[in-house]
């Protein structure tokens, strides 16, 4: 006699997730609100390029922030800094969100007056690129000391991602990192990736950066 159950799973373990996050892009569409989820490693320049990016926009647009960390409010209280809109959300141990997480970080939030915001989600190559989080778009950051070969380690990520942000661009006399071999092997992943290098410390590249995100949120706001 079997001392165990065997339980056939029928459905995909993300429908649940899938269709939260398809009502929540509904509800941003009805709101004029863009949520960009963006993504990377630790360490890779995320939160730079946030307070970066705020800076640029910041008398164009009103921008909202929701900073993911596992604990602290180390990256909130940094962001809070550049006066914008921010939010710390705590995933309680897990290593992603999902778009029930991002809905109550967006009400906590509050997006009545928001029309840009980010998702700085939990800097992980694996777990986010998983789950929809409801997000107009996703971003990634791949930076110059990690290396080249992340685009074969985890090509989920890359291949669900419209934008790959390669930063740190000002080190890589430093490094050996083949830019060419990443732009290759993420198009091969996903063709209709847009690929902008960037330099989050000294500000290079970020115009294209921020003329992606003006073209999209006007765009979102339109359609």
């Known amino acids: 006699m079997d001392t165990y159950k065997i339980i056939e799973i029928k459905q995909s373990v993300f429908e649940d997730n899938d269709k ?13 609100t863009f949520l960009l989820n963006l993504m990377s490693s630790p360490g890779s320049g995320k939160t730079t390029t946030v307070v970066k990016t705020i800076d640029v926009l910041k008398d164009e647009m009103k921008i909202g922030i929701l900073e993911a960390d596992i604990d602290s409010d180390v990256d909130a209280n940094t962001v809070s800094k550049t006066g914008a809109k921010v939010i710390q959300l705590h995933t309680g141990g897990m290593c992603h969100l999902d778009a029930d997480m991002t809905k109550q970080g967006l009400e906590g939030l ?15 190559l694996v777990c986010p690129a998983e789950f929809d989080t409801g997000a107009s778009k996703n971003a990634m950051i791949l930076s110059i000391p990690e290396g080249d070969d992340k685009p074969l380690k985890y ?3 890359f291949s669900i991602v419209d934008v790959l942000l390669i930063n740190k661009i000002d080190a890589m006399d430093y490094f050996d990192f083949d830019l060419e071999k990443v732009k290759k092997c993420a198009l091969k992943l996903n063709p209709n990736i ?3 290098p960037i330099s989050a410390k000294t500000g290079e590249g970020i115009d294209k950066w921020v003329d992606w995100i003006r073209t999209e949120v006007k765009n979102w ?3």
Do not use: H, S
């Open 194 to 196: 847009k690929i902008i």
């Open 155 to 157: 090509p989920l990520m």
């Open 110 to 124: 509050g997006t009545e007056d928001i029309d840009f915001a980010i998702l700085e989600n939990v800097g992980n």
């Open 20 to 32: 939260q996050a398809e009502l929540l892009r509904k509800e941003l569409k009805k709101d004029k």
């Open 221 to 223: 706001k339109e359609k």
